[in-house]
């Protein structure tokens, strides 16, 4: 089963120094049919304005991947951590049992574009920690990059669940297949461009959540970007 879901049918929120398309229900957009995918419970594009952001605020119990697709983002918590992160890097923050942080886009001409992704972790209570690593197009081109993983496998950062996140970036008519194991879900979310997965379109924003295939076939349209998750089964 391969249930796609168009960009337009995402929920948006405009705030003026923020605008958000979201995947999942979040904040003030509910849609009960749309609580997330297995784990993945959260996937919102965040546009920031310049000089903006979000101000101290806090988590629990959840695993944050910040991938930045332009633009840069400040990141500052009550663990210490500081810093900025531009495209070609990667941040995951396990929230544990509780941390503060700031967001904001320290750009005074330049809107971040970015995606936000949280995943329920496997057990809760933990400890929370940061951590970033560098994500070069280079090392996506063309094949699977693991970006998140339980174990920190080929230089990904480490999340507290059985899940990985992989990204790519195909050119015109090239072709990536991946093997998902029984009882395992997948979602994907396109970042730019057109891509075909099991004779299925996708283009840019759109999503796909997959259950029931043990095969995947993709097959790039135009110049194409896009995540693919592969998640635990469903509780």
Known sequence: MIQLRASADRGFADHGWLRAQHSFSFADYHDPAEMGWGVLRVINEDRIAPSAGFGRHGHRDMEIVTYILSGALEHQDSLGHGGIIRRGEVQRMSAGKGILHSEANPLSDQETHLL??????A???????????ALPDEEMRGRWRLVASP????GSTTIGQDARLWATILAPGERLDYRLAAGRLAYVQMVYGRLEINGKTMAAGDGAKIAEESEL???AGEAAEFLLFDLPPAA
């Open 116 to 121: 936000q992704i949280w995943i329920e972790p």
């Open 123 to 133: 057990q809760r209570g933990g400890s929370a920690s940061y951590e970033q690593q």
């Open 151 to 154: 174990d920190g496998a080929e």
């Open 217 to 219: 076939q993709f097959v």
